[in-house]
């Protein structure tokens, strides 16, 4: 468990490991649910780990297609 004290906006900063390991960039759209006296933060649905839109995933990767044709333009593909 780790300690995060909020700031003056109420804001927090989740841990870079934390993003790292479930592939949250800044652009991954965050769900926040109330259960009881807890506060919980998830992916909301499949995003894609480069620029978090959800859904249209290429199946088998972390991308979207979007993502995954800029990736093979630049790899020249
Ligand atoms: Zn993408």
């Known amino acids: 468990m780790i300690n995060r004290r909020l700031d003056k906006l109420g804001r927090i900063v989740i841990p870079q490991e934390m993003r790292t390991k479930l592939h949250i960039t800044h652009n991954t759209l965050i769900d926040i649910e109330l ?24 199946e088998g990767t972390p991308v979207c297609s979007k993502c995954a044709r800029e990736i093979a333009d630049k790899l020249g593909k």
């Open 35 to 58: 259960k009881g006296d807890k506060i919980i933060l998830s992916k909301s649905g499949e995003s894609c780990a480069l620029c978090g839109i959800v859904g249209d995933l290429v």
